[in-house]
T-cell receptor, first 115, second 111 residues
Framework: DAGVTQSPTHLIKTRGQQVTLRCSPK?????VSWYQQALGQGPQFIFQ???????QRGNFPDRFSGHQFPNYSSELNVNALLLGDSALYLC??????????????FGPGTRLTVL | QQQVKQSPQSLIVQKGGISIINCAYE??????FPWYQQFPGKGPALLIA???DVSEKKEGRFTISFNKSAKQFSLHIMDSQPGDSATYFC??????????WGAGTKLIIKP
């Protein structure tokens, strides 16, 4: 049973560029959340997707956008990259309903470096 | 009211000792309290979680103690091992809302 997978593992971009990160949820999960984790800090919630719709959003600018596909996989897009966007980007998945609905499982993350 | 306050920021424990990390919350609507373990460069791994209808949950060497009236919960790691050295995060959430995270505790187990 595959867990949450993310690609790519590492990415280096320059300021002003755009980036797309990908996530496949754990088998049986239909909800995907994205987090940004700066070095030495806790994860910061970006947004959550359920049934292909953005259900919740954290305090991130519109440069951060996402998408969820019918197979529940998801993409995170960041436009006009800034140096401050350098971080570990984490994807988490959970079941949208049921007793364990908020048990989130995380992928290994994508390390984004903006130069 | 949305914050989760975690302490200590860092902790050094001798091998075989008990590691204790504490968290406090304000929002009484929270109904799910997980603990995550994170190694450098890796994603957080769900360690153990509790809901407010029980006061304690134990899984192996890991125990969550939950005090609903004090709005506090803690993680106890018994017989701490060097392999437990990691950063630990508490979190809280309600219904289908986002996880609210503590600031993390860097745990070092000395051999």
């Amino acid at each position: 049973d595959a867990g949450v997978t993310q690609s790519p593992t590492h990415l280096i971009k320059t300021r002003g560029q755009q980036v797309t990160l990908r996530c496949s949820p754990k088998s049986g999960h239909d909800t995907v959340s994205w987090y940004q984790q700066a070095l030495g800090q806790g994860p910061q919630f970006i947004f959550q997707y359920y049934e292909e719709e953005e259900r919740q959003r954290g305090n991130f600018p519109d440069r951060f956008s996402g998408h969820q596909f019918p197979n529940y996989s998801s993409e995170l897009n960041v436009n006009a990259l800034l140096l401050g966007d350098s971080a570990l980007y984490l994807c988490a998945s959970n079941r949208g309903v049921g007793l364990s609905y908020n048990e989130q499982f995380f992928g290994p993350g994508t390390r984004l470096t903006v130069l | 009211q949305q914050q989760v306050k975690q302490s200590p920021q860092s902790l050094i424990v001798q091998k075989g000792g008990i590691s204790i990390i504490n968290c406090a919350y304000e929002n009484t609507a929270f109904d799910y309290f997980p603990w995550y373990q994170q190694f450098p460069g890796k994603g957080p791994a769900l360690l153990i979680a509790i809901r407010p209808d029980v006061s304690e949950k134990k899984e192996g060497r890991f125990t969550i103690s939950f005090n609903k009236s004090a709005k506090q919960f803690s993680l106890h790691i018994m017989d701490s091992q060097p392999g437990d050295s990691a950063t630990y995060f508490c979190a809280a959430s309600r219904a289908h809302y986002q996880l609210i995270w503590g600031a993390g505790t860097k745990l070092i187990i000395k051999p």
